[in-house]
């Protein structure tokens, strides 16, 4: 075989490894996602307040609008998860989770997502700091929130809500960090239906 023909033949071989090396089967990406609350049944008893809410969506650095699992160190450093990944980005969840836990309560007379043509008397929304994995001395799912409802008519900011909380995780791998994140959330929903119904308990709308 002369040069020219065995060069052609290593070249060929090259490319055949390549190919082959580029057919095999890619890691397949695992997708999670929060408890987002069913159609509950409103209680007869409930006495809704009459006003409308309006749920905005979260303010967020761009790695929480992503649907990339995020984690961190005790330093300032933070990545991502090329695999384990989100539904979708965690600021939709976190309103979707408030949005439903709200309609749900029964409490109001009405609660919608808010839109450019949306009509409410309160809007509320929200600014997401932090929801992460952090490892260091343990592991923690780390959720800090900002929230503020806004009278419409007015244009005032009536009430707000700080929220930061690490959560244990139980476990050393990625589920375990979402169900952790997963009672986060639901504990700062939980927080905010509270404050807002002492807001309205102790400011009646006429």
Not at 145 to 173: A, C, I, Q
């Amino acid at each position: 075989m002369n040069s020219a023909r065995r060069t052609a033949t290593i070249f060929r071989l090259a490319a055949l490894v390549l190919f082959l090396g580029g057919c095999g089967a890619a890691r397949p990406s695992n997708y999670y996602q929060l408890t987002i609350p069913g159609d509950v049944p409103v209680a007869k008893d409930v006495d809704p307040t009459p006003v409308t809410l309006l749920v905005g969506t979260l303010v967020a650095p761009d790695l929480y609008r992503e649907d990339r699992i995020v984690y961190s160190t005790t330093e300032e450093g933070m990545g991502t998860y090329e695999y384990q990944r989100w539904a979708e980005p965690p600021t939709e969840m976190i309103q979707e989770v408030l949005l439903r836990e709200l309609r749900s309560s029964g409490r109001y007379r009405a609660v919608f997502a808010h839109r450019s043509d949306s009509n409410g008397d309160f809007l509320l929304r929200g600014r997401l700091y932090d929801f992460k994995e952090v490892s260091g001395n343990g592991m923690v799912a780390r959720l800090t929130v900002d929230f503020e409802m806004r009278d419409l008519k007015s244009g005032t900011t009536v009430w707000t809500h700080y929220y930061h909380h690490d959560e244990p995780v139980h476990g050393k791998n990625v589920p375990a960090v979402v169900a952790a994140l997963d009672r986060n959330v639901q504990r700062s929903v939980k927080e905010v239906l509270e404050g807002l119904d002492q807001y309205f308990a102790s400011h009646p709308p006429k």
